[in-house]
Every structure is written in structure tokens, then in C-alpha cells.
């Protein structure tokens, strides 16, 4: 019987530290212009939100969630992967996976301003077609997450004062 109390109370908090984490997937999907005239600005990105990594119902953001920044001279294009409070992010993967411009922490790469999370893409990937898988960590139950339209309207005025 001691044996058995003493294993529970081994295994008790464990099983609630599975509960209170959960993940949520993004998906950018940038997208560069036909015209030969704009080839030099950033192709127009959109975020949409995912249950699992192959939701087949993926949840847009009904506003644009990218601004432009200069780094060392050179514009760099961000874009909210919006996952407010996020524990982490990471990429899972990038489409195409044999991408000619985009090259992980040299012309791409996630970046963590809290409490917010973004993406940034440079070089010739800031204006060419990609789209990148991310997967984050929330140290919360599913159930206590906000709800899509409190998360966007947070994103969109975060987009709207970075763009400024």
C-alpha cells in the first residue's frame, strides 16, 4: 500500500504537466507578385491558424500581419506568427523544402518579441513564394486559450502600430 501512494504521488504531477501544455500550428503563406515591377518588394504573406499540423480547416487572419524594418541598412520583412504568450516556437517545415532563396538563420529565421513571436524573411526570400509550418508551445491548457477573434484583433493592432 505505501508502495502504491508513493508511486502515485510520483506520477500524480507528471500526468497534470501532460494537461497543461498543448501546441497550436501556423502556417504563413507568402506569395510574390507576377509583375516584373514589383519582384523587389515583399511578396504579401497571410497567417492562418491550425489545430493540428494537417488541419484541413486552417483559420486566416482577416488582416495583413507583416511590416517592413530595416536591419544593417537592408529591409527585413516580419510578419506575427501569432501566437500570443507562446512558450516557443519553431519552424516544422519550409514549402518548398529545396527553396533556392530561403535559407534558415541567414535569410529567414523565427524571432521572439515578447510576448509575441515573428518571423522575419530577407534577400530574395522577403520577395519570393514560400510558406512555412510552425508549431507553438503554450505552457497552458487548450481550453484557457483565447479565442480566434480576440487573438487576431490583439495581432492586427500589433501589425498596424509596427507598420507606423
Not at 1 to 6: D, E, G, K, S
Not at 25 to 40: E, F, H, M, N
Not at 144 to 162: G, H, P, Q
Request: glycine share 2%; proline share 7%; hydrophobic share 35%.
Amino acid at each position: 500500500m505505501t508502495r502504491f501512494l508513493l508511486l502515485l504521488l510520483v506520477l500524480l504531477p507528471f500526468s497534470f504537466g501532460l494537461e497543461s501544455k498543448h501546441w497550436q500550428w501556423r502556417l504563413i503563406t507568402c506569395k510574390a507578385s507576377d509583375s516584373p515591377v514589383q519582384k523587389k518588394d515583399a511578396s504579401s504573406c497571410k497567417v492562418s491558424l491550425l489545430e493540428t499540423e494537417n488541419d484541413p480547416n486552417p483559420r486566416p487572419a482577416p488582416f495583413d500581419p507583416c511590416f517592413e524594418e530595416e536591419n544593417d541598412g537592408k529591409p527585413r520583412n516580419y510578419c506575427n506568427i501569432v501566437c500570443p504568450g507562446a512558450d516557443t516556437a519553431y519552424l516544422i517545415k519550409r514549402i518548398p523544402q529545396n527553396h533556392r532563396s530561403c535559407f534558415g538563420h541567414f535569410t529567414y529565421k523565427i524571432e521572439k518579441r515578447s510576448p509575441n513571436f515573428f518571423i522575419w524573411r530577407d534577400a530574395k526570400c522577403r520577395s519570393s513564394s514560400v510558406e512555412f509550418l510552425i508549431r507553438c508551445e503554450f505552457l497552458s491548457a487548450r481550453s484557457t486559450f483565447r479565442s480566434d477573434e480576440d487573438i487576431f484583433e490583439e495581432a492586427n493592432r500589433i501589425a498596424a502600430d509596427l507598420r507606423q
